[in-house]
């Protein structure tokens, strides 16, 4: 659940995606679990 956060907290500071996902070592396609944020809160 942490490493979630970090990945959101990044994003909503202005990284870019493809940076984020690089430094977490995911693919760009995981990006799922930031508009799940986006649309349905830290809860999702």
Known sequence: MDERLGFVARLLEGEGMS????????SRASYKIFNRCKEDGLEA
Not at 19 to 26: A, L, Q, T
């Open 19 to 26: 940076e984020v996902c690089r430094s977490f070592g995911i």
